[in-house]
């Protein structure tokens, strides 16, 4: 019989519908239950392409026995932390202050009042390796409600305090300077691992937004060692085995240093995020390889997310069925040498290996190979190459596939929408930024809506139930604004507007600091705060670079205002912790270089405007349009004439504005950083 679970849209809740446990989503009548009962709830948090998810729902959740014993002793409440953010940060950091580590999925024990006593991740289903089993755990949690009750009250309201005591104030401590700036770009060459490039050791992730740092303050500055950095690390991560080497596309993580191995999930924001990257790389050397990953990328996020109604779907599994009809993590992008001479013969196979770095003992488990390019065996022959490579595309596709999380969540479409009208405008493809539009119409219609606030996500092309959070405002604002500057559709710049507004007004505390949750949100038992970048950029810092941008259009003083107050973080954080403020640090060098704003009176898509969006100044804001309405569009175009009758470029910053130019060459030289 189905659970509650069966009435929601989460691809992931809807795994667990079936299980034998009583699940109920997040909502306050689990709550009224578990205070009606006098029984404590267990919280599980997970998201539909994690690994272990699957495990422990398959070891414990589809048990009869441990389902009855949770049905008769918890209220078991199921959340997916893609669609509630909220509640996932607030439990993880109690998880991560109590334990010293976190991760997924996420097991903690609350009293009916949500105040959390007793934590874990996964829990396996008999002793292992010191861990209890997750039958002891629930026992032993069932004890200490029914016999220890006092001390369980203790140690929530001591974990709850401590929790509210960790409130940030990061406002009005000034914004991040040259100072700054340089010691987060010493403390980053400290941690850069030299010989495979990225940062630290395994596991290690894409550093999406620390290579646009990187960028910039190369853009800016001209520090050589800064364009380096980025340009190795994207070189190691475009031959290794977290790439798609056939279908294109990025892995979650690397699970060794060397960038051969992934976990092989791969989520919409880092395709979004590396795609953006990748596309700048090129802008800012020509280099070819960048041309190829972006347009790679591009065309996968396209190919396999894109869902009908015209966003893009969350993430692709790391598990999918293998030649048993097990489900085995890999077994879609895997080959053996056996595997590659059936689809290819013996010649061919052997070419492949060499290249794609396939052995006999392989490089994962049982023999099998990731596909990289692992030596620079000199020049290769790109026909071949090319016709290896749809043969074996041609053949992995008849496998079956991994499963799509089809939810659309705002703030990573927000991402794609960026990364799609750059990547589309820089290589001039049309249909990115046709996609990209797409995606945006569907955010408007279906994630604004009626309500004019966001909604976090939508399945199907029905809105969730669940408020967006300050990532989505600053993520989605930050995609239509680079629709702006690519289509010169005005539009796009006033939702941004719209969206910032509410910042302005919900997210915003005393002195410029920010919160992830609106004023008017669900309380938890602490509102959530996060200033740093995880696998995406911090809600806070995504909205201070949004902000900045649209200020720069607009000329609001109100929302530079707010962008410089929400920088106080950076300044606080950049010189501590820099890989873990990426994208801070990136909005932090468009502010000391003005951010410029350049209007390009003359055709959209024309050599002025085109060499406008090339322009490799950080954060520089671009409008273009011609006749008497630009003006009414994009409040930079007012009183920007032709001169001569030509098209005509103005580029100004800190009030400053440099003599109009119609010449391309002039305008790529004002623009170079």
Not at 601 to 629: D, I, N, S, W
Request: with cysteine.
């Amino acid at each position: 019989m189905a659970n509650r679970l069966a009435q929601t849209t989460s691809p992931y809740l809807l795994q667990h519908a079936d299980n034998p446990v009583d699940w109920w989503p997040w909502s306050p009548e689990a709550f009224e239950e578990a205070r009606k009962r006098d029984v404590p709830v267990l919280l599980s948090v997970g998201y539909a392409s994690c690994h272990w998810c699957h495990v422990m729902a398959h070891e414990s959740f589809e048990d009869e026995t441990v389902a009855d014993y949770l049905n008769a002793h918890f209220v078991p409440v199921k959340v997916d932390r893609e669609e509630r953010p909220d509640v996932d940060a607030v439990y993880m950091e109690a998880v991560q202050a109590a334990t010293g580590h976190g991760g997924w999925p996420m097991t903690v024990f609350l009293t009916p009042d949500a105040e959390p006593f007793y934590f874990g991740t996964y829990f396996p289903p008999e002793p292992r390796h010191g861990s209890p089993s997750f039958q002891q755990v629930l026992e032993g949690v069932t004890a200490a409600w029914t016999d220890r009750r006092d001390e369980v009250a203790e140690v929530a309201g001591r974990i709850v305090a401590d929790l509210a005591g960790r409130s940030l104030v990061h406002g009005g401590d000034g914004v991040p300077g040259e100072s700054e700036v340089a010691q987060a770009l010493l403390g980053l060459t400290r941690e850069y691992d030299e010989q495979h490039g990225g940062f630290g050791g395994a596991p290690k992730f894409p550093p999406a937004m620390v290579v646009e740092f990187l960028l910039r303050h190369y853009a800016r500055t001209g520090a050589e060692g800064a364009l380096q950095m980025a340009a190795d690390t994207c070189t190691a991560m475009a031959r290794g085995g977290i790439y798609d080497q056939l279908g294109g596309g990025f892995a979650r993580y690397s699970v060794d240093r060397e960038w051969i191995v992934p976990h092989f999930e791969k989520m919409l924001y880092d395709n979004a995020l590396l795609c953006r990257v990748y596309a700048r790389l090129w802008r800012t050397t020509g280099s070819d390889e960048a041309r190829r990953i972006a347009l790679e990328t591009a065309d996968f996020m396209v190919r396999e997310l894109r869902t009908a109604e015209g966003g893009f779907a969350s993430a692709l599994d790391a598990d999918s069925e293998d030649a048993e009809g097990k489900h085995v993590e890999g077994a879609f992008y895997v080959w053996t040498p056996a595997q590659l001479r059936e689809v290819l013969g013996e010649d061919d196979a052997a070419f492949a290996a060499a290249h794609f770095g396939v052995t006999e003992e392989g490089s994962f488990e049982e023999g099998a190979s990731v596909l990289r390019l692992p030596g620079d065996a000199g020049p290769v022959d790109a026909a071949r190459v090319a016709d290896v490579r749809a043969r074996l595309l041609a053949a992995r596709d008849e496998r079956p596939h991994p499963g799509r999380d089809d939810k659309v969540v705002a703030a990573w479409n927000g991402l794609a929408i960026a990364a799609l009208a750059e990547t589309g405008a820089y290589f001039d493809r049309p249909d990115l930024v046709e996609r990209a539009t797409e995606a945006a119409d569907l955010l408007v219609r279906v994630h604004l809506g009626e309500v004019a606030r966001l909604t976090r996500t939508s399945k199907d092309g029905r809105a969730g139930d669940n408020a967006g959070v300050l990532e989505d405002y600053g993520d989605v604002a930050e995609g239509f604004l680079a629709l702006a500057a690519v289509t010169g559709e005005g539009a796009w710049l006033e939702f941004a507007g719209f969206l910032l507004d509410i910042v302005l007004e919900q997210f915003t505390g005393e002195g410029g600091q920010l919160y992830d949750t609106a004023h008017d949100a669900e309380q938890l038992i602490r509102r959530p705060q996060d200033p740093t970048d995880s696998a995406t950029p911090s809600g806070w810092t995504a909205a201070a670079g949004a902000l900045l941008s649209y200020a720069a259009y607009t000329g609001s003083e109100a929302h530079r205002t707010a962008a410089e107050g929400a920088l106080g973080v950076v300044k606080a954080l950049g010189p501590r912790v820099p890989r873990f403020v990426g994208w801070g640090l990136a909005v932090a060098e468009a502010l000391l270089d003005g951010p410029r704003e350049v209007a390009v009176a003359g055709p959209v898509g024309g050599e002025l405007h085109r060499t406008a969006l090339l322009g490799r100044a950080p954060g520089a804001v671009v409008a273009a349009g011609e006749g008497p309405g630009a003006g009414a569009e994009f409040p930079l175009l007012v009183d920007r004439p032709l001169v001569g009758g030509e098209p005509t470029a103005y580029v100004c910053r800190h009030f400053v504005c440099d003599a109009p130019t119609t010449d391309a060459g002039e305008l790529a030289a004002k623009l170079g950083g």
